[in-house]
């Protein structure tokens, strides 16, 4: 009996729809950070120039043109970042 429960181990695997899970969240976080950066530089694009530049300074400590490409940055690099990841979870899976 515990020689059949030993040998199950081999058949079964949860390395399959562990990555999978993995991936999905990576997934699920990529897209949360970049719908917030999107969201962020929609809202400083709504405001007028002056309540622009206010909030911008107030809240990033920066002007909104630097603020607008650094939220472009960001959201290429983790674009970037996370497929490469993916990428990586992809082939470690295999």
Known sequence: MISRLLGLDEVIT???P???GVSATLLLLIICR???NIREAVHIMGL???RRRDYTVRVWRAHPA???LLLFIESVVVII???LTLV???SASI
Request: charge should be positive.
């Open 81 to 83: 970042v996370g497929a």
């Open 66 to 68: 630097d603020v607008l």
């Open 88 to 90: 990586i979870l992809e």
């Open 34 to 36: 970049i719908a917030i």
């Open 48 to 50: 007028r120039l002056r």
């Open 14 to 16: 949860f390395k399959g």
């Open 18 to 20: 562990m990555w999978q």
